[in-house]
């Protein structure tokens, strides 16, 4: 039995993990943890579904996914890929009021993959689930339609690409085509085919919480505070918009250009402000008044252990490019067995000449 059929034929009956798929071998882990993720709340470890889970004689497994990489294809017609990606990207500049598509295409690629569980293998960018309810509706997703509208003309173009290899290059090629630094990226993103493995909504960080609520949650996506702190660097691309989270406005005054700004700002003096219509609580800059934080970003510079990371961060932007894409890159892949895959990176527009 191949990886995939093992996969089709595992039974699934409710919001846990029950079977391991490795290398084409079936295997069940010993113990198991059961999570109630609803209500953003960060997933707790409960009883074991001992009597639940018949079928592999009383434990639960984490899910591995195995990457299996577009058949013929090679780097070169992912580079095609990137390249028509990067060209949309450069012909809608004008996008969001000038700030571009990047931080939408950022935003697709990272709650693509922030749903990943690392205690049960669950959610993660593996089957591109966010066309299907309750994942494609869930609120923290308002907006990303439009993200994944902007990318159905190059799925169109290249049939043969899955949805979640899709929306992470797409990410990829945001960060690169913003002067980012290179991130690594491998192919093998599956399709699913129905809505039996999508995830609960809960599992995309809400903004309005404190340090400790952002660090379990990235802890259950497998990430340090190191690495925490470098991931929401990316508040230095896009903005919030607040018919899609209520929040409203640009971190940064480059939102088009890849940088440690996001850094150096939130260093900077900040006030209390309510948006008018939502009634959101969020920041706003003393220097200049066009510029926001949501309390989460606020929390990186009030807790010790983040706080460290923001200072070093906002002195060295060589350091953060380093730290960033190793942590994009790490996101982009949670919850999937890439093997010996060789790792690619892609080549900019810039660097092509074209
Ligand atoms: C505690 C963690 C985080 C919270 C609470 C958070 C929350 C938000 C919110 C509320 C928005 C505004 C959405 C809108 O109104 O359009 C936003 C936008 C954005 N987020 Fe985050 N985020 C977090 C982490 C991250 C991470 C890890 C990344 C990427 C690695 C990221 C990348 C972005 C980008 C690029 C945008 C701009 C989207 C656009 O311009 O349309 N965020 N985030
Ligand atoms: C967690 O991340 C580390 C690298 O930072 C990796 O070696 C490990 O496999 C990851 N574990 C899970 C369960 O994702």
Redesign the pocket.
């Known amino acids: 039995m191949t990886a995939a059929t093992l996969r089709a034929a595992a039974p699934r009956t409710g919001s846990y993990a029950k079977y391991l798929v490795f290398g084409g071998a079936a295997t069940v882990a010993a113990t198991a943890f059961y999570f109630n993720n609803n209500n953003n709340k960060v997933p707790q470890p409960q009883k074991p579904l001992k009597n639940l889970l018949p079928f592999l004689g009383g434990s639960a497994a984490k899910i591995v996914n195995t990457a299996e990489p577009e058949q013929g294809k090679t780097q070169q017609d992912f580079q095609q890929v990137y390249n028509d990606i990067a060209k949309k990207i450069e012909a809608n500049g004008d996008y969001d009021g000038g700030k571009g598509p990047y931080g939408m295409l950022v935003r697709l690629a990272w709650h693509a993959s922030g749903t990943?569980n690392?205690y049960n293998?669950q959610g993660g960018s593996y089957g591109g689930g966010m066309i299907y309810a309750p994942e494609s509706s869930d609120p923290e997703n308002a907006g990303l339609v439009m993200a994944k509208d902007f990318l159905s003309e190059i799925q169109y173009k290249y049939p043969w690409i899955s949805r979640g290899d899709l929306w992470t290059l797409g990410g990829v090629a945001a960060i690169q085509e913003a002067s980012g630094p290179k991130i690594k990226w491998r192919p093998g993103r599956v399709n699913y085919v129905d809505a039996t493995k999508i995830v609960k909504n809960g599992n995309l960080p809400d903004a309005t919480r404190d340090a400790s609520y952002v660090r379990n949650l990235f802890k259950r996506l497998?990430m340090?505070d190191q690495?925490t702190v470098a991931l929401i660097g990316a508040h230095a691309l896009g903005s919030c918009h607040e018919k899609y989270s209520g929040f409203d406005g640009p971190w940064t005054h480059s939102p088009d250009v890849f940088t440690n700004q996001f850094y150096t700002e939130l260093l900077g003096k900040w006030y209390p402000k309510v948006v008018q219509y939502s009634g959101r609580h969020q920041f706003e800059d003393e220097a200049t008044h066009s510029l926001m934080m949501l309390p989460t970003d606020m929390s990186l510079k009030e807790d010790e252990g983040f706080r460290k990371y923001v200072k070093l961060y906002a002195e060295d932007e060589q350091l953060f490019f380093k730290d960033f894409a190793a942590a994009f890159a790490?996101l982009l892949e949670?919850?999937i067995n890439f093997g010996n895959a060789p790792v690619w990176t892609f080549k900019t527009l810039e660097e092509q000449h074209l």
Do not use: D
């Open positions: 990943y690392q293998g497998n340090s690495e790490k949670g919850g």
